[in-house]
């Protein structure tokens, strides 16, 4: 297992620049994700990783080989397409067998190396079937074995369950943790999917539309510590305030316009922040305790109507206006066991938070 780093990566397609100057390290045997919308650079980012595209500045190393000019195949690099790419007229072994067949594996080699792959993907019982016998999932796993068996040091997967109903979705996204953790390969996954990435990841990149990397870190530090308001936003779905920032001797406030002051945790080791500072403060909706109720013990409180209710089955999303017109997103978890208290639409509320649930952004 080699580290993947990028080093000043610039790709350009019709004059339009995908990947701006990127610098990102994909630590060795981890379960990297790619986020972002469409048209970020993310899959370009794999396929230069892959060598199926070529960069118009910067480097890629692989370990301390630099592979920016190394051909496809002499890459120890696989990767795992949206649409599997198998060979239709193949059954799973031949498929499977393939990469091995095109190197010349001695032919009892490939057959031990193809039962092997297959039982950790749970498809030995599936060996000689045709590819149109197969569910999604199954092909999806074909596509796995097949990549693999190779023994490459990275996986590249380009949004490799996209196709697949929600159910398959949810069950191959715990196989295929199991799969890395019994191959030890580093995993690079492309998605757009937020939750995907959240649920797979050991450490994940967030990019931007400029092709940028936003933020880098665990899915507990992207979604509780975003750094922007593009990250933000993008994972996940928060609450954001903008106002001057004040901070008198131990007490810290955002003075927002037509809402007043909104108590917060200055994190004074950032360079950026200062007394008297633009911030953007971001409040996660399911930090928020929402009720008809006069509750003591908390930083903050605003009151608003609520104008919108969405069951979500085990949450209820509400929309609270505020005097200013400024709307309030809020999640409350559903609990079987406590019974909830009874809101509705046109009702006059509270909502209260603490000020170590708000994150202060610069952008």
Not at 126 to 146: E, N, P
Not at 270 to 275: G, K, L
Not at 283 to 311: A, D, Q
Not at 313 to 336: A, D, I, P
Request: aromatic fraction near 10%.
């Amino acid at each position: 297992m080699r580290a993947i780093r990028l080093h000043n990566v610039k790709k350009i397609f019709n004059n339009e620049v995908i990947l701006d100057d990127v610098n990102l390290m994909i630590p060795s045997g981890e379960f990297f994700a790619l986020l972002g919308p469409s048209g970020s650079g993310k899959t370009t980012l794999l396929r230069l990783i892959a060598g199926f595209e070529s960069v118009d500045s910067g480097s890629i190393f692989l370990g301390k080989k630099d592979i920016t000019n190394v051909p496809i195949n002499e890459r120890r690099v696989n990767t795992v397409f949206q649409n599997y790419a198998l060979f239709p007229h193949f059954n799973v072994f031949d498929n499977v067998a393939y990469g091995l067949k095109i190197r010349k594996v001695k032919k009892d080699i490939i057959e031990q190396k193809v039962v092997q792959i297959l039982k950790k993907v749970h498809l030995e019982k599936h060996i000689y079937k045709s590819i149109d016998q197969l569910s999604g999932g199954q092909q999806q796993r074909v596509a796995l074995a097949r990549a693999v068996i190779n023994e490459p040091e990275v996986l590249l997967l380009d949004e490799p369950l996209a196709a697949l109903d929600l159910k398959l979705r949810e069950k191959m996204l715990v196989e295929l943790i199991e799969l890395q953790e019994v191959l030890k390969t580093t995993f690079v996954y492309v998605t757009h999917d937020q939750f995907e990435a959240l649920t797979v990841a050991d450490r994940m990149a967030i990019m931007s539309y400029e092709g940028h990397v936003e933020q880098v870190g665990t899915p507990e530090e992207i979604y509780e510590f975003p750094k922007t308001s593009f990250v933000a936003k993008f994972v996940g779905s928060t609450n954001i305030f903008k106002g001057n920032l004040r901070i008198e001797g131990d007490i810290s406030y955002v003075e927002v316009k037509d809402i007043g002051k909104l108590e917060v945790v200055a994190q004074k080791n950032r360079e950026w922040v200062c007394n008297g500072c633009k911030v953007l403060m971001s409040l996660r909706p399911e930090k928020i305790e929402i009720t008809k109720k006069k509750l003591e013990g908390f930083s903050n409180c605003l009151t608003g109507v609520v104008e919108s209710i969405v069951y979500h089955g085990r949450s209820t999303q509400y929309h609270v206006k505020l005097k200013n017109g400024f709307s309030v997103h809020v999640f409350e978890q559903n609990e079987e066991h406590f019974p909830q208290e009874d809101i509705d639409y046109d009702d006059n509320v509270y909502m209260y938070w603490q000020k170590e649930n708000v994150v202060l952004l610069e952008k």
